[in-house]
T-cell receptor, first 114, second 114 residues
């Protein structure tokens, strides 16, 4: 099986712009979670989608949003980018029966905000 | 609120030596506990997890971890370290009730000397 893929791998944006990141889960996986990883805050949970519905949400502002499509692919959107949004954004997929099922991570998208 | 502490930012060991990475958590009930490894430029890989039952958990790559409720700890161990084990290690806790919000420690960077 192919692993979790994330596109693009690298992205450079300027403050005030918006960005959309994409995640394709492992075939058959119905849950997709998103994480932000920064040197200052570490690894933080953004949200989890299961069967096109947001099932769990971390403590991030409304500028961070996501969605999941019927084929389980997911997108994450960040609007009005700030310098502090520069981070590695990781996507993880799981079978999804329970949110704590084993997650398989993608390589991440490195976002740089100038 | 749940939290995870990894007291050691860096640990250096010689190849072939034993390893113990510390993890302490704060959570009101028995949590779901995980150890992940992240190699440079890659996403996270699950090493092992604890939900219930036997407090000594075996994982991949020769790692094991022991859940000690009285100490709120979930330390990761390996009897003999290989150079390929050099990576960043993350301990994580997931709530066992209500919304599932995984919380990660800040990570421990393992350096292996030949």
């Amino acid at each position: 099986k192919a692993g979790v893929t994330q596109t693009p791998r690298y992205l450079i944006k300027t403050r005030g712009q918006q960005v959309t990141l994409s995640c394709s889960p492992i075939s058959g996986h119905r849950s997709v979670s998103w994480y932000q990883q920064t040197p200052g805050q570490g690894l933080q949970f953004l949200f989890e989608y299961f069967s096109e519905t947001q099932r769990n949400k971390g403590n991030f502002p409304g500028r961070f949003s996501g969605r999941q499509f019927s084929n389980s692919r997911s997108e994450m959107n960040v609007s009005t980018l700030e310098l502090g949004d520069s981070a590695l954004y990781l996507c993880a997929s799981s079978t999804g029966g329970e949110p704590y099922n084993e997650q398989f991570f993608g390589p991440g998208t490195r976002l740089t905000v100038l | 609120a749940q939290s995870v502490t990894q007291p050691d930012i860096h640990i250096t060991v010689s190849e072939g030596a034993s390893l113990e990475l510390r993890c302490n958590y704060s959570y009101g009930a028995t949590p779901y506990l995980f150890w992940y490894v992240q190699s440079p430029g890659q996403g996270l890989q699950l090493l092992l997890k604890y939900f219930s039952g036997d407090t000594l958990v075996q994982g991949i790559k020769g790692f094991e971890a022991e859940f000690k409720r009285s100490q709120s700890s979930f330390n990761l161990r390996k009897p003999s370290v290989h150079w390929s084990d050099a990576a960043e290690y993350f301990c994580a806790v997931g709530s066992s009730g209500g919304s599932y919000i995984p919380t990660f420690g800040r990570g421990t960077s393992l350096i292996v000397h030949p």
